[in-house]
């Protein structure tokens, strides 16, 4: 019998932090355009809702996703909006997307990576080697 993972990808960079502080596991941060950044869709299809991302991350990170995206229907409210905005200031300062970032629970960097071939496969074997 398969067993599904469902993740929460939190917006709150302050939720995220103190999360992985509790739990002592490195934050995932995504800077996504969902619904127009071709490579940040294909990203989210091929990696992030395979199951076995799903099953490795339900154990070893907590999930941040800072969205941008261009579409009236998906638009966020002001102040997720603002917070991403800053968190794009302090880790994306050249608007890059999709960009990833392998964060410890201080929020410090420890690696990044954009959309790369491989599946989710690859990005465990990156993460797994960067945290």
């Given at each position: 019998m398969a067993v599904a993972f469902l993740l929460i990808w939190l917006t709150s960079f302050q939720q995220a932090q103190d999360l992985a502080l509790e739990e002592q596991k490195p934050i995932l941060l995504v800077f996504s355009g969902s619904d127009w950044c071709r490579p940040c869709i294909q990203l989210d299809r091929?990696?992030?809702?395979?199951?076995?991302?799903l099953a490795f991350a339900a154990i070893e990170l907590v999930l941040l996703k800072a969205d941008f995206p261009r579409s009236r229907k998906n638009r966020l409210a002001e102040e997720q909006k603002a917070h991403n905005e800053r968190l794009a200031q302090r880790y994306n300062p050249k608007g890059e997307?999709?960009?990833?970032?392998?964060?410890?629970?201080?929020?410090?960097?420890?690696a990044r990576t954009a959309y790369r071939s491989g599946g989710a496969a690859a990005f465990i074997q990156f993460i797994q080697e960067n945290r």
């Amino acid at each position: 019998m398969a067993v599904a993972f469902l993740l929460i990808w939190l917006t709150s960079f302050q939720q995220a932090q103190d999360l992985a502080l509790e739990e002592q596991k490195p934050i995932l941060l995504v800077f996504s355009g969902s619904d127009w950044c071709r490579p940040c869709i294909q990203l989210d299809r091929e990696v992030f809702q395979d199951s076995a991302f799903l099953a490795f991350a339900a154990i070893e990170l907590v999930l941040l996703k800072a969205d941008f995206p261009r579409s009236r229907k998906n638009r966020l409210a002001e102040e997720q909006k603002a917070h991403n905005e800053r968190l794009a200031q302090r880790y994306n300062p050249k608007g890059e997307f999709p960009l990833v970032l392998l964060l410890d629970a201080n929020g410090q960097e420890l690696a990044r990576t954009a959309y790369r071939s491989g599946g989710a496969a690859a990005f465990i074997q990156f993460i797994q080697e960067n945290r």
